[in-house]
């Protein structure tokens, strides 16, 4: 059961806390880069050394399939070498990073290798649009202040995208202070202009802060010639934190503090870049810090913290084997005991990383972002989700969960205006079915239109506890379109899907799915009966309504019918259930008695 409307002095007074520590805070990409720089290694140190140390394994690069989002990675220097571990099927665009911005003139401090380096030459052959990134993290007012350093960065840009036969610049721009703000937006509209004039088709792209505190980007003058806008939506909990958390979470974590992604997303929507240009950045890596609790949340004592990439976590399964899930904000956090005291590290598993991705897919946007390419080297499971959820062979669920920008736990934010579109792919019909529902009386509305936008005839408008209840589509796809106002929130709603496709649970063109469920609704077990038309590998899955796997089982299967009975867990709110019998897979709701 979601909260009610907190006290918006005691929310504004959580967010100035959190803003004083963020504003001040260095990103994890300049955090790294740091980092390495300190190490004292060149690129080709970094290429010969991870060369070296790469793992036997590599991704495997499917030719049938193709991806339908755009996915950028970024490729710092150190992870020079890595890139034989890249899955480039499941790869868009490389963005290289860096160029790092001598403030004063607009010459680089250093591009890395930018000319010469392996990785450039890899994406180029495989079909990859790769991108040179310009990082600036200080200084801005020494930069935007001097015109020549200004033209200079621009020239050199351009120059160094075209001697590589690149396709683009990305801006990595950090802490610009608010007096800034008009001259940022002058810069990116002369870089924007002359790029495209020297280079036709090339694109500019612009990493956008998770939370901008004090509106810099003013992102609605920059859309005419910014052709890709990425929201970093990491460190919301930082490396300097006194609160552990997630350092993406994708609804809020507690109470006292409303930034996360779905915020994130809806900000920059409002703002006004359009969807089709928008990708969502996610973390290859999570924070580690000393607490004094292995209770969720607990204050870190701060002595210690770092980041942990993926593959260091993968690496390390005896020190990170007891995972715990934070259902509000659909994140995963491990505990161990370090002395008289606790660690805690909030990373994602390819489970809450594909909540992640379903919010991309429901909000749509144009794709994802990844800091940083090579954080997963050796494992293949994270190209594996991407293939599973972006590309022509995606394994789209015909059935999931939909919650209000609040999440599963908390009341949806003031002043929101946004559309969404839920339109599965093949999907014939479509069935939307309310759980809850709770909007301020007579202020915030829900509108819902029979079709892929608000143009679609509409099929009603809901407020305060008047619940759409179940709603049919004529066809495969509904929009939805929500509007608060700047006064009390409230609880908001969860509803479930289901749709029917040619590998729907219902029909198919050749006749009915090969499984039934029973009984639906259900109390205490389910029986899935199904049959194998040829020895053929069966896995089921069951979730909760946050994505959670309650249940799992897989096994290769002769030909034949076969019942499996599955326990339903003592949880609230309906249940998930995945059946895939080789390459065909069904979903479907179980509504618990």
Not at 149 to 173: E, S, Y
Not at 241 to 258: E, K, N
Not at 279 to 286: S, V
Not at 380 to 386: G, K, Y
Request: aromatic share 12%; charged share 15%; glycine share 6%.
């Amino acid at each position: 059961m979601k909260r009610f409307a907190i006290s918006i002095l005691i929310l504004l007074y959580g967010i100035a806390a959190v803003q004083a520590q963020t504003e001040q805070a260095p990103s994890i990409h300049q955090e790294q880069l740091e980092q390495y720089k300190n190490m004292a290694l060149s690129p080709e140190d970094w290429q010969r050394r991870n060369e070296q140390e790469l793992p036997a394994a590599r991704p495997k690069n499917d030719d049938t399939c193709r991806l339908q989002k755009r996915v950028f990675g970024w490729h710092p220097y150190w992870s020079n070498g890595l890139e034989s571990q890249y899955n480039w099927k499941m790869l868009s665009d490389l963005s290289y990073f860096a160029y790092e911005v001598n403030a004063t003139t607009g010459m680089a401090l250093n591009t890395y290798s930018w000319s010469s380096a392996a990785v450039v030459n890899q994406a180029l052959a495989q079909g990859v649009r790769v991108h040179l990134c310009a990082t600036l993290f200080s200084n801005h007012a020494t930069f935007f202040g001097s015109p020549t350093a200004r033209q200079t960065l621009i020239n050199n840009l351009i120059t160094l995208v075209q001697q590589r036969g690149a396709h683009g610049v990305n801006i990595d721009f950090e802490a610009v202070p608010a007096a800034q703000s008009a001259n940022l937006t002058e810069f990116i509209i002369a870089l924007g202009t002359q790029l495209h004039a020297a280079i036709p088709g090339a694109e500019l792209s612009i990493a956008l802060p998770a939370v901008d505190w004090s509106t810099v980007f003013n992102v609605s003058a920059m859309n005419p010639y910014v052709d890709i806008f990425i929201i970093m939506g990491y460190d919301y909990y930082w490396s300097g934190s006194s609160q552990a958390g997630p350092t993406d979470p994708l609804y809020s974590f507690g109470a006292d503090y409303d930034r996360n992604h779905s915020r994130s997303i809806s900000y920059y929507l409002h703002a006004g870049v359009p969807r089709e240009k928008l990708l969502l950045g996610l973390p290859y890596y999570g924070r580690e810090w000393e607490t004094v609790s292995n209770q969720a949340p607990a204050n870190t004592t701060g002595a210690f913290h770092s980041s942990r990439t993926y593959k260091t976590v993968r690496d390390n399964s005896a020190t990170y084997s007891q995972r715990n899930y934070h259902p509000a904000s659909a994140s995963n956090y491990y505990v161990y005991p370090s002395g008289n005291l606790w660690r805690q590290c909030f990373i994602n598993s390819e489970h809450t990383l594909g909540r992640r991705y379903q919010q991309v897919q429901q909000r749509g946007l144009a794709g994802i972002g990844i800091w940083a390419l090579g954080y997963d080297a050796g494992y293949e499971d994270l190209w594996n989700l991407i293939r599973d959820n972006f590309s022509t062979c995606a394994m789209q669920a015909c059935a999931d969960t939909l919650y209000d920008s609040g999440g599963p736990a908390w009341n949806y934010y003031h002043n929101e205006n946004t559309t969404y579109t839920i339109a599965p792919p093949g999907a014939t019909s479509l069935s939307v079915q309310f759980h809850s529902f709770q909007l301020e009386n007579g202020y915030d509305t829900l509108w819902i239109y029979d079709g892929s936008s608000t143009a679609a005839p509409l099929i009603g408008a809901f407020t305060a506890s008047n619940s759409p209840g179940a709603i049919q589509a004529s066809g495969g796809s509904l929009t939805f379109r929500f509007r608060s106002d700047v006064g009390v929130s409230a609880p908001g709603w969860m509803a479930t899907y289901e749709c029917s496709t040619i590998n729907s649970t219902e029909e198919s063109a050749a006749g009915a799915a090969p499984l039934r469920i029973f009984p639906n609704p259900a109390s205490d077990e389910v029986t899935v009966e199904y049959a194998v038309v040829e020895p053929q590998t069966v896995r089921i899955d069951l979730y909760d309504a946050t994505g959670r796997v309650l249940h799992s089982r897989s096994q290769m299967q002769e030909s034949g019918q076969y019942q499996a009975r599955i326990a339903l867990p003592a949880v609230s709110g309906p249940l998930w259930l995945r059946v895939r019998i080789g390459e065909k897979y069904w979903t479907k709701c179980v509504v618990k008695r």
